[in-house]
């Protein structure tokens, strides 16, 4: 009953998205509340990535409203601007800017966005690299550093920008096995702070730490969406229950 | 193999002299000895005939060519004589020093873009309009109390400088504009910078040029027509930027589009992305290139001589070409290469320069 006391983060509703004929999300439905933490997972090529990415409008829908922290999504660019500024986004592929310093990553967005001094927003910068625990390679660039700290510095330039809601799509895939923990500690940390977080992930230790709903989709459809014990014990269609099976016996 | 790899080996470590690695490459098999034997013989014989013209047998100061006739060597008697005209050209004489500044303030502003703190777009585009206006303004004249020189007595190397660096200046955002224009998202943007860049680099330069000197002062209004240098100048800017346009497209087209994605994630607009993200990694990627064509732009300024423009090609015909020292032409050549080496080797040079200071940002 408290969740439902909470403010409405981001509304699908009835959302669809075609690449041409083909229908990669079918009239999506899902509430995430302020401070809720969604994990989403479901096969390769079940649109997870898609659902997330038209949060932000790297993809625009064609049927149907999204709604993040009370603004409508549409073709309004000061819409699309206000919302990025509020909604922070990790990639599967890091995406740092390879001409930047890691310091410098973190403080572009800050400063020509929300017009902070260099001064204050190194000083920021400096405050999540700590969080992320990396401040000491804040002079190197990106391509200096491993997978998992690219990531930890990703995570760290996006909440640079104080978001309200964090997307990840994928952040561990690209890593090696042994770089994955460090990721995932920075975001069980960040679950633990209270961020409304959307992650797309196959990370189901992760999910049962940390999150409040699971939501399993398939072939463009949310197939199933539950409290992670639930999900895990008792998962209520076969598609879910194949998926489990798959991902979690090895 | 092992023998081989041995030998390698004992070479790194600097143990084999260098005779025996000289030897093992050069005459491994019968047909390697043959043509390095005749290379060599050829490189003994003309060795000592290139020292004994350039150096032991060359007159090197002399009122006239006199001293030179029937000399087996080099006459630089005509460059110590005539090279304030190779490099001024026409300038007035007791003006020289104006436009020797001039030089040396373009050749500042190159030296000055090594250093690392510059490299900002906003620092570097001032550095280099800076540099330019000083040069302008120096040669010109017309203020500060110094006396106006018309451009058509600009000459020698200060013009073969002038053009080269009003092009790149001019020539640079409009390749820039034209690279975006042609990947706008607007289709008439897209198809009108399409068009242009096509249109200009299927032309020769130098229909390019002459167009722009003879045949456009027809076509103008008398208000529009202008100096001609100007007219010849914007032309060439326009030829340079279609070629860049399409370096920076290249560069363009290698950037990952994750990186747009972060950027727009993190709430940057379009000229933000485009001028902190797009702009900055599409010239790494194309600096190679870049470098290239401002290399090839540089010895392209010998064209404007054909419409009558006294750069330093010209003003080195006009510097043997006055009875006095005719037999002296190949000496005049050799100075002007040597010229035309210094820039075009400091050019590539600093290009190789930035290339590898720039690796560092990418993996």
Same mark, same amino acid.
């Given at each position: 009953?408290?969740?439902?006391?909470?403010?409405?983060?981001?509304?699908?509703?009835?959302?669809?998205? %075609?690449?041409?004929?083909?229908?990669?999300?079918?009239?999506?439905?899902?509430?995430?509340?302020? $401070?809720?933490?969604?994990?989403?997972?479901?096969?390769?090529?079940?649109?997870?990535?898609?659902?997330?990415?038209?949060?932000? !409008?790297?993809?625009?829908?064609?049927?149907?409203?999204?709604?993040?922290?009370?603004?409508?999504? $549409?073709?309004?660019?000061?819409? =699309?601007?206000?919302? !990025?500024?509020?909604?922070?986004?990790?990639?599967?592929? %890091?995406?740092?800017? *390879?001409?930047?310093?890691?310091?410098?990553?973190?403080?572009?967005?800050?400063?020509?966005?929300?017009?902070?001094?260099?001064?204050?927003?190194?000083?920021?910068?400096?405050?999540?690299?700590?969080?992320?625990?990396?401040?000491?390679?804040?002079?190197?660039?990106? $391509?200096?550093?491993?997978?998992?700290?690219?990531?930890?510095?990703?995570?760290?330039?996006?909440?640079?920008?104080? *978001?309200? =809601?964090?997307?990840?799509?994928? *952040?561990?895939?690209?890593?090696? *096995?042994?770089?994955?923990?460090?990721?995932?500690?920075?975001?069980?940390?960040?679950?633990?702070?209270?961020?409304?977080?959307?992650?797309?992930?196959?990370?189901?230790?992760?999910?049962?730490?940390?999150?409040?709903?699971?939501? %399993?989709?398939?072939? $463009?459809? =949310?197939?199933?969406?539950?409290?992670?014990?639930? %999900?895990?014990?008792?998962?209520?269609?076969?598609?879910?229950?194949?998926?489990?099976?798959?991902?979690?016996?090895? | 193999?092992?023998?081989?790899?041995?030998?390698?080996?004992?070479?790194?470590?600097?143990?084999?002299?260098?005779?025996?690695?000289?030897?093992?490459?050069?005459?491994?098999?019968?047909?390697?000895?043959?043509?390095?034997?005749?290379?060599?013989?050829?490189?003994?014989?003309?060795?000592?005939?290139?020292?004994?013209?350039?150096?032991?047998?060359?007159?090197?100061?002399?009122?006239?060519?006199?001293?030179?006739?029937?000399?087996?060597?080099?006459?630089?008697?005509?460059?110590?004589?005539?090279?304030?005209?190779?490099?001024?050209?026409?300038?007035?004489?007791?003006?020289?020093?104006?436009?020797?500044?001039?030089?040396?303030?373009?050749?500042?502003?190159?030296?000055?873009?090594?250093?690392?703190?510059? #490299?900002?777009?906003?620092?570097?585009?001032?550095? #280099?309009?800076?540099?330019?206006?000083?040069?302008?303004?120096?040669?010109?004249?017309?203020?500060?109390?110094?006396?106006?020189?018309?451009?058509?007595?600009?000459?020698?190397?200060?013009?073969?400088?002038?053009?080269?660096? /009003?092009?790149?200046?001019?020539?640079?955002?409009?390749?820039?504009?034209?690279?975006?224009?042609?990947?706008?998202?607007?289709?008439?943007?897209?198809?009108?910078?399409?068009?242009?860049?096509?249109?200009?680099?299927?032309?020769?330069?130098?229909?390019?040029?002459?167009?722009? /000197?003879?045949?456009?002062?027809?076509?103008?209004?008398?208000?529009?027509?202008?100096?001609?240098?100007?007219?010849?100048?914007?032309?060439?800017?326009?030829?340079?930027?279609?070629?860049?346009?399409?370096?920076?497209?290249?560069?363009?087209?290698?950037?990952?589009?994750?990186?747009?994605?972060?950027?727009?994630?993190?709430?940057?607009?379009?000229?933000?992305?485009?001028?902190?993200?797009?702009?900055?990694?599409?010239?790494?990627?194309?600096?190679? /290139?870049t470098i290239n064509q401002f290399v090839i732009t540089f010895k392209e300024t010998s064209i404007v001589i054909i419409i009558g423009f006294f750069e330093v090609l010209a003003s080195g015909h006009a510097a043997y070409g006055t009875g006095d020292w005719t037999s002296a032409y190949a000496e005049v050549y050799v100075f002007i290469a040597l010229i035309y080496f210094a820039f075009v080797f400091s050019l590539s040079r600093y290009g190789a320069h930035l290339e590898k200071r720039m690796r560092l940002g990418h993996?």
């Open positions: 009953m408290t969740d439902n006391a909470r403010a409405e983060a981001v509304v699908l509703r009835g959302v669809s998205k %075609f690449f041409g004929t083909f229908q990669a999300l079918k009239n999506i439905n899902l509430t995430v509340r302020e $401070g809720e933490r969604i994990v989403v997972c479901g096969p390769s090529g079940s649109g997870k990535s898609t659902m997330i990415r038209c949060i932000n !409008r790297l993809e625009a829908h064609q049927e149907g409203s999204i709604h993040v922290l009370g603004t409508e999504l $549409g073709d309004d660019l000061k819409n =699309i601007d206000a919302i !990025r500024r509020e909604v922070g986004m990790v990639f599967q592929q %890091f995406n740092l800017f *390879p001409h930047l310093t890691v310091l410098e990553n973190c403080t572009l967005a800050p400063r020509l966005v929300l017009r902070m001094s260099e001064a204050d927003a190194e000083k920021e910068a400096m405050r999540y690299l700590e969080r992320v625990r990396i401040p000491e390679q804040a002079a190197k660039y990106p $391509g200096q550093l491993s997978g998992g700290q690219q990531q930890r510095v990703a995570i760290a330039r996006a909440l640079c920008m104080t *978001p309200r =809601i964090m997307l990840f799509d994928e *952040p561990t895939s690209a890593l090696d *096995p042994e770089m994955i923990s460090e990721v995932l500690d920075v975001m069980v940390e960040l679950a633990n702070s209270g961020m409304t977080m959307i992650c797309v992930t196959h990370e189901m230790g992760f999910a049962r730490k940390v999150a409040d709903r699971m939501v %399993f989709m398939a072939e $463009g459809e =949310i197939v199933e969406s539950n409290d992670p014990k639930s %999900f895990f014990e008792q998962p209520k269609s076969e598609r879910t229950k194949q998926f489990l099976s798959q991902i979690l016996s090895h | 193999m092992s023998a081989l790899a041995a030998s390698t080996a004992r070479y790194r470590h600097g143990m084999e002299p260098f005779a025996t690695v000289l030897v093992r490459r050069m005459f491994a098999t019968w047909h390697d000895a043959a043509i390095s034997i005749v290379c060599l013989a050829f490189v003994i014989w003309l060795l000592p005939k290139l020292i004994g013209w350039a150096f032991l047998d060359a007159v090197w100061s002399a009122p006239n060519a006199t001293p030179c006739i029937g000399g087996a060597g080099a006459c630089w008697a005509v460059i110590t004589a005539r090279w304030r005209l190779i490099i001024f050209g026409l300038y007035p004489f007791d003006q020289h020093w104006r436009s020797g500044l001039a030089c040396l303030a373009v050749v500042v502003v190159v030296v000055l873009s090594c250093v690392p703190a510059l #490299w900002r777009p906003v620092r570097l585009s001032l550095l #280099w309009l800076g540099g330019f206006l000083t040069f302008y303004f120096l040669m010109r004249g017309g203020v500060f109390g110094l006396s106006l020189v018309g451009t058509e007595r600009w000459g020698g190397m200060a013009l073969t400088l002038f053009i080269f660096t /009003a092009v790149a200046v001019l020539g640079m955002p409009m390749a820039i504009i034209l690279a975006l224009g042609r990947q706008s998202e607007l289709p008439a943007i897209r198809w009108l910078a399409g068009l242009l860049i096509d249109t200009v680099r299927a032309l020769p330069l130098l229909t390019v040029l002459f167009t722009a /000197a003879v045949i456009l002062p027809f076509a103008l209004p008398d208000w529009l027509i202008g100096d001609k240098l100007y007219r010849v100048i914007y032309a060439f800017a326009l030829f340079f930027a279609c070629a860049q346009a399409e370096i920076i497209r290249g560069g363009l087209q290698a950037i990952h589009a994750g990186q747009l994605e972060a950027a727009k994630a993190l709430g940057l607009g379009y000229w933000h992305r485009t001028w902190h993200i797009v702009l900055p990694q599409a010239f790494r990627n194309s600096l190679p /290139a993996d």
